[in-house]
């Protein structure tokens, strides 16, 4: 939606929002759907990652909404479902979400497929999955500014990321899905082919890119965040 046909951006890495959860301490846990954070059994458990639109988004998904969602008394319905989850919410972190996981300061995230990956990869006892009522779709893209000074230069470095050679290696390093379809045919097959970071076609027909609902409406929605952070005090 923001750029159609990839007029002026170039997809570097992509992913979706998800559950990440340690298998040792729910073992018998299903996390396939946004409703199972609901559940008493994991009170101050959770951590959600920082964002108005992801944490919304959630809620939005659970109640058959979209991600897009620009009715304000669905936003309120949101909220207000956001107040049973609220038990379970340990806290609203940044980048803390690794190293409070790995600590077992908490057993439960909602974060980005991005952080999930690497700690996934390292650590077995954690696994990430894409709730069933659907989730958000993002990308991380290379643009370059009207005002860049050295132009040429920056179409050489996309181009160098771009290689096939040189973006699966980056793409191992940093543990991010790759929408470059060439790099992608020299990953291993353990990376390539596991859906929770590279999603099915019908995964992905449950997955939003958010859209740009303008200023009115996205201060709602931090408005709203904001209620349900607050109400965590």
């Known amino acids: 939606d923001y750029d159609k046909h990839n007029r002026y951006s170039i997809p570097y890495f992509f992913g979706t929002v998800g559950i990440l959860y340690n298998k040792d301490a729910y073992p018998h846990d299903d996390f396939s759907s946004w409703r199972s954070l609901y559940n008493p059994k994991f009170k101050n458990d959770i951590i959600l990652v920082d964002g108005a639109r992801e944490v919304m988004g959630l809620s939005l998904n659970k109640l058959g909404y979209s991600l897009n969602e620009t009715n304000p008394k669905r936003l309120d319905e949101a909220e207000a479902d956001l107040a049973h989850l609220a038990p379970q919410v340990k806290g609203i972190v ?13 057993n439960i995230a909602v974060v980005w497929s991005g952080t999930a990956a690497p700690i996934v990869q ?50 191992e390093w940093v543990g991010y899905a790759t929408p470059n379809e060439a790099a992608k045919k020299h990953l291993p097959k353990e990376i390539k082919n596991d859906q929770r970071f590279y999603p099915s076609k019908e995964t992905q027909s449950r997955l939003e890119v958010y859209k740009d609902l303008g200023k009115d409406i996205l201060n709602d929605y931090n ?3 904001l209620n349900f952070k607050m109400s965590l005090q």
């Open 94 to 106: 940044g980048d803390e979400v690794t190293m409070m996981l790995e600590q077992h300061e908490a």
């Open 223 to 225: 408005e709203h965040f």
């Open 122 to 171: 390292e650590n077995p006892e954690f696994d990430y999955v894409v709730p069933k009522e659907g989730s958000n779709l993002w990308f991380d893209t290379m643009v370059i500014p009207k005002t860049a000074q050295n132009q040429a230069g920056a179409y050489q470095f996309i181009n160098f990321l771009l290689d096939p050679k040189n973006s699966k290696q980056n793409t």
